[in-house]
């Protein structure tokens, strides 16, 4: 018995009485707690959360599946179409079953019932579609994704693109005879015939190929929620080039299909279709005519080396050729030649046949921003080759701001320098040329090593020592060497630093960097850099694209004119090293413009042998600027023979189209 209870069976009685009733007080209080808490949560539900619900509940029961839309054009700078896409008519099929696993019985019916109906589209195919267009059973079958490894079983799979007007009567009137199948207005991407600077404008692939690439990942973890933005496994996405660089805005928003579903996650009932918006255009600022010229120009020019000497002798192994013409004020890309190249067409359907894939295989990429698989010569130099004597108005424009001689000095230029332990090192002028007494103007205009190995190189290394190695970097990456142009592509390649290389003494690496042996750059940064001593240390951006237009041809955005950064100097140093410029160039001969330029003739070495790659940089004119240039021809030979001939070309071409001197000479 419980010590605080008493032993009288009537108190007992009295005091089980008292807690029957506290129990009971508290049973009643417990429910009217949790019926008043279910009360206020079915109000909240009602009241706060009921639209909500409500959206969740019809989203459950309603898939909005995206239709892509029609892509929008990439025109040149005079309006003509380089890549653009026409409406075509698709025949697409949502799926009407979803089981198609030959293992179980229903889903060996069903994939019976899936073949029998390939069978009766490849007969309406055959009878009524174009010959050139055929689709085989299996082909169909494999479009159908029965497996549904591209998409759920409600989103709409494409069968056939390009349907003939035959074709598209046929299954609207045989509507009733398959069910499931929609005609849809799709589009087909075309590509200027005339290959127009193909690589710079890109191609494009099915979006399921974007997996491995980068710049397509913040895309698939957006997970869009807004149908219009959503990508299909199935469209076709940009795949390098200005396809790839502006992909949203040529995209345009997709058109979506609102489409019922019953619980087996399969369409159930009429589907309500939003029409896609149409990408934006690219107005690029590539002129047709220049970018025809230049890559005309390559490909003669490397024809030339192959049979006529320079420098003594024929360059057989010369095969590639790269150049870049940007205006000096603007930054306006007028050409980018990258050749050889090849048809993007060939990419119409989304893939191209191995065979034909084998033969681009080296050359499908842009060669004036990347070195990959943008073309070989025949040793294999890639198309990031040394500089050459075209750094060395930068070095001597160091070596004026750095204090280490001036525009006055004199140097007794021997034929070659000598620099290292004991002198070891030696480093001779081409062709052993002796210049004599030079001053800093008559250094770059003569081309002496000597004089960059023994006024800049030494010199640096002497007042800094090893940290000369980042003097020398930061100096490069001011006029766009090593670092990125801010060109609109992807994929840009940043250089080959190999002053960087600490298995060689500061010294030795100053010494061969100050005459052009020591970092390899594309041919884009060399026109940046042409176009930064044009514009005496202004950085201009680089860009391909000057607007876009919506499908009404309303301006939507206006690209500028854009200074990256501005290095400045003494006047006299800028009139100093372009007054340098004049190297003799026959391939300009009765040029009307008084210009600056550089020839650069790079060693690089094959097993025991140094093959020698074309080099050239200008702009014109001389003073005023409009345009500057760069051409690379890796195993042309002497730059002025190989590489010249290419840039005199392009400069008459801008001066018909757009003018030198201010009105274009057409």
């Keep these: 018995m419980n010590r605080y209870v008493s032993e009288d069976p009537q108190e007992q009685q009295a005091f089980m009485r008292r807690h029957f009733h506290i129990r009971l007080n508290l049973f009643f209080f417990s429910a009217f707690a949790i019926f008043t808490i279910i009360i206020v949560r079915l109000a909240i539900m009602q009241f706060v959360e009921g639209p909500t619900l409500s959206k ?29 896409s026409t409406p075509v008519q698709s025949l697409y099929l949502t799926l009407q079953k979803s089981n198609y696993d030959p293992v179980s019985e229903a889903g060996q019916a069903n994939l019976a019932e899936a073949r029998a109906l390939a069978r009766e589209l490849k007969k309406a195919f055959d009878t009524y579609g174009d010959p050139a267009n055929e689709m085989t059973e299996e082909a169909i079958l494999g479009a159908m994704d029965l497996q549904f490894r591209y998409g759920g079983g409600f989103v709409p799979r494409r069968i056939k693109s390009e349907l003939t007007e035959k074709e598209v009567a046929y299954f609207l009137a045989q509507k009733t005879k398959f069910p499931g199948l929609d005609i849809i207005e799709d589009s087909v991407r075309h590509y200027d015939p005339d290959l127009v600077a193909v690589q710079t404008v890109g191609y494009h692939k099915k979006y399921r190929s974007t997996y491995d690439l980068e710049w397509y990942k913040p895309i698939r973890e957006s997970r869009d929620s807004d149908p219009a933005l959503q990508y299909t496994e199935d469209e076709f996405v940009g795949f390098d080039g200005l396809e790839m660089y502006y992909q949203r805005e040529l995209r345009g928003k997709n058109g979506y299909k609102r489409v019922p579903i019953d619980p087996r996650n399969m369409a159930n009932g009429v589907a309500d279709i939003i029409h896609p ?55 306006n890309v007028i050409a980018m030649a990258s050749m050889p190249d090849y048809d993007t067409n060939l990419w119409q359907t989304g893939s191209m046949d191995t065979r034909e894939f084998e033969k681009i295989r080296e ?40 204090k280490l001689f001036t525009t006055q000095t004199k140097y007794t230029d021997r034929g070659a320098a000598y620099f ?44 800094y020592r090893a940290k000369g190695i980042d003097i020398w970097d930061d100096y490069m990456k001011q006029f766009g060497l090593g670092t990125s142009t801010g060109i609109d592509l992807p994929g ?15 010294l030795s690496r100053l010494a061969y960097a100050s005459f052009g042996q020591q970092g390899k750059y594309t041919a884009m940064q060399l026109a940046q850099y042409a176009a930064a001593l044009a514009n005496r240390g202004k950085r201009m951006q680089p860009r391909l694209v000057q607007k876009m237009t919506d499908d009404s041809g309303n301006t939507v955005l206006e690209l500028k004119p854009r200074v990256l950064n501005e290095i400045k100097m003494n ?96």
């Excluded at 700078?77 to 653009?84: K, Q, S």
């Excluded at 390649?493 to 960087?500: A, D, S, V």
């Design 363 to 402: 050359y499908y990429k842009n060669g004036t921003v990347t070195p990959y698989s943008a073309g070989y010569s025949g040793h294999g130099f890639e198309s990031t080759v040394y500089l050459g004597s075209t750094i060395k108005p930068l070095s001597v424009l160091i070596g004026l701001n750095e």
């Design 492 to 506: 840009e390649y940043l250089g080959t630093l190999e002053y960087k290389d600490e298995s060689e003494t500061a």
């Design 56 to 84: 969740e509940e019809t989203r459950m029961r309603v898939r909005e599946v995206p239709m892509p839309p029609v892509r929008g054009s990439i025109l040149a700078a005079g309006g003509e179409m380089l890549a653009y």
């Design 277 to 331: 918006v149409k990408g934006y255009d690219l107005h690029t600022t590539l002129n047709k005519k220049v970018q025809l010229a230049a890559e005309q120009a390559i490909l003669d020019q490397i024809e030339w080396v192959r049979k006529n000497p320079v420098s003594g002798k024929v360059h057989p192994f010369a095969q590639t050729g790269y150049a870049v013409a940007m205006e000096v004020d603007t930054g």
């Design 571 to 666: 006047e006299a140093y800028w009139d100093e090293v372009i007054g340098g410029m004049r190297t003799d160039v026959s391939a300009f001969d009765g040029f009307p413009y008084d210009f600056a330029r550089k020839t650069g003739t790079s060693e690089q070495a094959y097993k025991d042998e140094l093959m020698e790659n074309g080099v050239f940089i200008a702009f014109a004119p001389r003073e005023k600027p409009k345009l500057a240039v760069a051409v690379v021809i890796p195993e042309g030979g002497f730059g002025a023979h190989s590489a010249a001939p290419v840039a005199r070309k392009i400069f008459d071409a801008y001066d018909r189209e757009y003018g030198l001197a201010g009105h274009p000479l057409k």
């Design 420 to 463: 290292g332990r004991n002198d070891q090192a030696r480093v001779r002028n081409s062709s052993n040329h002796i210049y004599g007494s030079i001053d800093p103007g008559l250094a770059i205009r003569y081309s002496s090593n000597a004089f960059m190995v023994d006024m800049v190189g030494e010199k640096l290394y002497n007042k």
